[in-house]
């Protein structure tokens, strides 16, 4: 079995980003550049790369992999693993960070296609309030509550706080079904009216509660349930 140094040089990865750019480079050379050795003797890191994402399936799902998890794969240890999570962190916090003001939402299949990828694979419910100013554009996403396979906990009172904060307008309620079923609870049904409720008093009207499932979406506007 190859080490890297048995690669030629300018075939590996590092040499192939400095020389073509990191867009040329498969997702386990990717991987390998992170991991940079293997930690098991005598095994390539292009080695240990592939077979993470062979456990994971894909990039989208090893990132979803807890730290514990990657551990459990030989040749990642503690260090290995604590850096592949911060990596996966930074797409994440560089995606949320890119200029979201401008974007307008027209219909609840709109927001269904920009966040169902997103929480697609997460194995807990996520509530997440999206903020609109009074335009429509959206000004900043949420996230509100983690909960459990089944359940998150909400109180109106952590919904509205950063609305009034960022002074929305108005505000979208999201969560997704890690089921993949996204058809509403009874919990779900009371928590919404609930939320609209408070919404009355304070003078930001929810204008959607929209639920997340694998490949479809449940809007309660849609669906009759917010006039």
């Not at 020389?19 to 498969?26: D, E, I, K, P, R």
């Not at 550049?33 to 080695?47: F, K, Q």
Request: aromatic share 6%; proline share 5%; hydrophobic share 40%.
């Amino acid at each position: 079995m190859p080490i890297i140094d048995d690669i030629p040089a300018e075939d590996r990865p590092r040499e192939k980003v400095i020389n073509h750019g990191s867009q040329y480079l498969t997702d386990s050379e990717l991987l390998a550049i992170i991991l940079r050795t293997s930690g098991i003797r005598g095994v390539s890191v292009l080695d240990i790369a592939r077979e993470m994402l062979k456990k994971a399936g894909s990039l989208r799902s090893l990132a979803q992999m807890r730290t514990e998890e990657l551990i459990s794969i030989k040749g990642i240890g503690t260090s290995k693993a604590v850096s592949i999570r911060a990596v996966f962190e930074i797409a994440q916090r560089h995606e949320a960070e890119m200029p979201q003001k401008k974007i307008v939402f027209k219909t609840p299949d709109d927001i269904a296609r920009r966040f169902m990828s997103k929480f697609r694979d997460k194995k807990r419910e996520i509530f997440t309030v999206l903020l609109f100013d009074s335009k429509h554009r959206l000004l900043k996403e949420e996230a509100i509550s983690v909960g459990t396979l089944m359940r998150v906990l909400v109180e109106p009172r952590e919904v509205f706080a950063p609305a009034i904060l960022n002074r929305a307008f108005s505000i979208i309620l999201m969560h997704n079904h890690p089921s993949g079923d996204p058809t509403p609870s009874h919990h779900d049904e009371v928590l919404t009216k609930k939320i609209i409720d408070a919404g009355k008093v304070l003078n930001i009207p929810v204008l959607d509660h929209i639920i997340l499932g694998s490949d479809s979406f449940y809007s309660f506007r849609e669906n009759g349930k917010i006039g």
